[in-house]
């Protein structure tokens, strides 16, 4: 009885196995289709405005930092990792980098953060633009929050021109999704460029599984910070550069 009992359990195994063998691979996932009124960087329209853009100075250092963020809920500590080592500052080492480190969506996590903010709250709820501005400065960089509520399009369009005209000067912006057309609610991400003409800011979109980088009006992206949040308050942005002594 014994015996039968072990050659089922093998036999069953073994099914088990070939079956899995069998299965076609998961499929890969796939990028959502962009909205028509933005337009993606790696198409033949994205990458001519990019040829002419004439506020560009953030879009090396950010591209060569570009990463995905981590988890649904972590497109602020993405967008930090991103500038904070565009802005070359004081990096944090590791035994097996020689000291030379890079920061990471898990190494910007540190206590002084997480007297403003858990890791496990940002984890579970994402990171709301007060919260990223005061990130920003634990790690010893300046950064001016500004909500959408409190300026114009027009004052929005010359700042984040101007900054993006600016070496060692950021913008991250804090907006939402669905006011553009994408899926999902409030996102944050960096802006790398500005094409004048159109009128039109590129945005290194951090969730690259969703959408690739695209550039967007100032007019739709203003819209989409100027929507409130549950907390009753407005998106905006965040402008981080080195401190001045």
């Given at each position: 009885?014994?015996?039968?009992v072990?050659h089922?359990?093998?036999?069953?195994?073994?099914?088990?196995?070939e079956a899995?063998?069998?299965?076609?691979?998961?499929?890969?996932?796939?990028?959502?289709?962009?909205?028509?009124?933005?337009?993606?960087?790696?198409?033949?329209e994205?990458?001519?405005?990019?040829?002419?853009?004439d506020?560009i100075?953030?879009?090396?250092?950010l591209?060569?930092?570009?990463?995905?963020?981590?988890t649904?809920?972590?497109?602020?500590?993405?967008?930090?990792?991103?500038?904070?080592?565009?802005?070359?500052?004081?990096?944090?080492?590791?035994?097996?980098?020689?000291?030379?480190?890079?920061?990471d969506?898990?190494?910007i996590?540190?206590?002084q953060?997480h007297?403003?903010?858990?890791?496990?709250?940002?984890?579970?709820?994402?990171?709301?633009?007060?919260t990223?501005?005061?990130?920003?400065?634990?790690h010893?960089v300046?950064?001016k929050?500004?909500?959408?509520?409190t300026?114009?399009?027009?004052?929005?369009?010359?700042?984040a021109?101007?900054?993006l005209?600016?070496?060692?000067?950021y913008?991250?912006?804090?907006?939402?999704?669905?006011?553009?057309?994408?899926?999902?609610?409030?996102?944050?991400?960096?802006?790398?460029?500005?094409?004048s003409?159109?009128?039109?800011f590129?945005i290194?979109?951090?969730?690259?599984?969703?959408?690739p980088?695209?550039?967007?009006?100032?007019?739709?992206?203003?819209?989409?910070?100027n929507?409130?949040?549950?907390?009753?308050?407005?998106h905006g942005?965040?402008?981080?550069?080195?401190?001045?002594?």
């Amino acid at each position: 009885m014994r015996y039968r009992v072990k050659h089922l359990v093998s036999r069953l195994g073994y099914e088990l196995v070939e079956a899995r063998r069998q299965m076609p691979p998961p499929a890969a996932p796939v990028p959502l289709d962009m909205p028509a009124n933005l337009i993606a960087l790696d198409s033949a329209e994205g990458l001519q405005r990019l040829r002419e853009a004439d506020a560009i100075a953030d879009y090396v250092p950010l591209s060569m930092h570009f990463v995905t963020q981590d988890t649904p809920t972590f497109c602020g500590p993405a967008s930090m990792s991103m500038v904070l080592n565009a802005l070359g500052i004081a990096r944090p080492g590791t035994s097996h980098s020689d000291q030379h480190g890079l920061f990471d969506q898990n190494n910007i996590f540190t206590r002084q953060t997480h007297s403003i903010t858990p890791r496990s709250e940002i984890r579970r709820s994402g990171t709301p633009l007060s919260t990223l501005g005061r990130f920003f400065e634990t790690h010893g960089v300046d950064a001016k929050t500004v909500y959408a509520s409190t300026v114009t399009a027009d004052v929005f369009r010359d700042t984040a021109r101007r900054v993006l005209q600016t070496p060692a000067e950021y913008l991250v912006v804090n907006y939402n999704r669905a006011e553009v057309g994408q899926l999902s609610g409030g996102h944050i991400s960096p802006v790398a460029a500005y094409h004048s003409d159109s009128d039109m800011f590129l945005i290194l979109d951090v969730s690259r599984y969703k959408y690739p980088p695209f550039w967007i009006t100032a007019e739709d992206l203003f819209r989409a910070m100027n929507v409130k949040t549950g907390a009753g308050i407005t998106h905006g942005y965040v402008i981080v550069g080195r401190k001045l002594n």
